[in-house]
């Protein structure tokens, strides 16, 4: 069974920086089969990037993903006040399974 | 619109049964399996299981085997979740969630609101 790997566990930035979070399984991830979602507080996750690097419909420029194999990385080019979240890989190559996700925070 | 609403919380005692609903609009109903995912206080995601609404055909997470039953009515276009034999570690946040056409591994672009579920004696 594959297990996703996020790190780092709590990232600390400042509005306008730019924010790398990895995302690395155990084993090769099928087809690049691997989404990234935003969890806001009280919200339900929101679909970031799929396929690796695919950005999903309304998803601003500003995030991308990406890596192949066993390492994934989901970049945010310059933050915005409104970035500030959970994070989470998943992979669906086989039977979906989530990262523990990365806490990005303001500094 | 695609929407997915869901059923309000449910306060449950230990060794009782849940049954979530989560009702589809804006699509073709029997297009797309829905998932379900469990998020306990402050931690991560967790997949449950799917069901196809076209056959009400399920696969279910190991972890969740013999306790978990999902079922669809296409006359309304809801699927449902019901746990069993409920025990305090089954606090949480319930969503279900939309996959791709025709696809049981898939990511997640269409999400419920979440169904708090609270096992407590």
């Known amino acids: 069974e594959i297990v996703l790997t996020q790190s780092p566990g709590t990232l600390s930035l400042s509005p306008g920086e730019r924010a790398t979070l990895s995302c690395r399984a155990s084993?090769?991830?099928?087809?690049?089969?691997l989404a990234w979602y935003q969890q806001k507080p009280g919200q339900a996750p929101r679909l970031l990037i799929f396929g690796a690097s695919s950005r999903a419909t309304g998803i601003p420029d500003r995030f991308s993903g990406s890596g192949s194999g066993t390492d994934f990385t989901l970049t945010i080019s310059r933050l915005e006040p409104e970035d500030f979240a959970v994070y989470y890989c998943?992979?669906?190559?086989?039977?979906?399974?989530f990262g523990q996700g990365t806490k990005l925070e303001i500094k | 619109q695609v929407q997915l609403v869901q059923s309000g919380a449910e306060v449950k005692k230990p060794g009782a049964s849940v049954k979530v609903s989560c009702k589809a609009s804006?699509?073709?109903?029997?297009?797309?399996?829905i998932h379900w995912v469990r998020q306990a206080p402050g931690q991560g995601l967790e997949w449950m299981g799917i069901i196809n609404p076209s056959d009400g055909g399920t696969d279910y997470a190991q972890e969740f085997q013999g306790r978990v039953t999902m079922t669809r009515d296409t006359s309304t276009g809801t699927v449902y979740m019901e746990l069993s034999s409920l025990r305090s570690e089954d606090t949480a946040m319930y969503y279900c969630?939309?996959?791709?056409?025709?696809?049981?591994?898939?990511?997640?672009?269409?999400w419920g609101q979440g169904t708090l579920v609270t096992v407590s004696s």
């Open positions: 998943q992979q669906y190559g086989s039977s979906p399974l």
């Open positions: 084993q090769s991830v099928s087809s690049n089969y």
């Open positions: 804006g699509y073709t109903f029997t297009t797309y399996y």
């Open positions: 969630a939309r996959g791709v056409p025709a696809a049981i591994l898939s990511y997640f672009q269409y």
